[in-house]
């Protein structure tokens, strides 16, 4: 299993990037997503999920509103698109492979990640 992050990069705060992870080698559609970060000194955070279908979201109340989760299963990738960012968002982003179709909210349910994308905000 390989997911491929790509997307991140520096931007001014309230700006906006989107996030893309490509996966291959799992059989995708069956797979809920989700997207988490680290920041230097600090645990990874959950930020985002989605379910196999895309009918099933949630997301952490630091991104709620701004981050929205969203997937293509004919191209096999998850999307994060982040508006309004803020240097707070600052941190490596990774997307993970669920363990199964439903939407978890921690890190444990997750058997797959990718190498990790850095995201800057600047003020």
């Known amino acids: 299993v390989q997911l491929v992050e790509s997307g991140g990069g520096l931007v001014q705060a309230g700006g906006s990037l989107r996030l893309s992870c490509a996966a291959s080698?799992?059989?995708?559609?069956?797979?809920?997503m989700g997207w988490f970060r680290q920041a230097p000194g600090q645990e990874r955070e959950f930020l985002a999920t989605?379910?196999?279908?895309?009918?099933?979201?949630y997301y952490a109340d630091s991104v709620k509103g701004r981050f929205t989760i969203s997937r293509d299963n004919a191209k096999n990738t998850v999307y994060l698109q982040m508006n309004n960012l803020k240097p707070a968002d600052t941190a490596v982003y990774y997307c993970?492979?669920?363990?199964?179709?439903?939407?978890?909210?921690?890190?444990?349910?997750?058997?797959?990640w990718g190498q990790g994308n850095q995201v800057t905000a600047s003020s």
């Open positions: 993970a492979s669920a363990l199964d179709g439903s939407a978890y909210y921690t890190s444990q349910f997750y058997n797959y």
């Open positions: 080698g799992l059989t995708f559609r069956s797979y809920a």
């Open positions: 989605i379910s196999w279908s895309g009918g099933t979201t």
